[in-house]
């Protein structure tokens, strides 16, 4: 556990400079203090909702423990944590199986985590599904 919250903070900034050179990145997110659903927003044009999904990743055994442990509920994890995502890139659709191989060739391990959609007036910026 000692090992795992002492870890460095991962650093993005030259695989991510090299895929924007090579691709048009829309938005980055670093996954900080305030989880996935605060965090998220803050790239999105008005009018726009990411939809992410919750089955699209593994939530890592420590925040499995938190969420054991702490008995909080999968909104209060999102909206703290960042459960396992460090950064969020968002590109185009034609673009995401480029801008992965491109992270993975850079040792990152990226995956499509869900979409980008209309925002319906009313809703959150950012929904975990």
């Given at each position: ?20 050179q ?107 599904v």
């Amino acid at each position: 556990l000692g090992e795992t919250l002492l870890a460095p903070t991962r650093i993005y900034v030259q695989p991510l400079l090299a895929l924007m050179q090579e691709m048009p990145v829309k938005g980055l997110a670093h996954i900080t203090g305030g989880g996935l659903v605060d965090n998220v927003p803050r790239i999105l044009q008005p009018g726009l909702k990411a939809v992410l999904e919750k089955n699209s990743w593994v939530l890592p055994p420590l925040f499995q423990w938190l969420q054991k442990e702490g008995n909080v509920a999968d909104a209060e994890m999102h909206r703290v944590f960042n459960c396992g995502i460090g950064m969020v890139v968002v590109v185009g659709a034609g673009y995401a199986e480029r801008a992965i191989a491109r992270l993975a060739a850079a040792g990152e391990r990226a995956l499509p985590i869900g979409g980008i959609v209309a925002q319906p007036p009313g809703e959150p910026p950012t929904v975990v599904v």
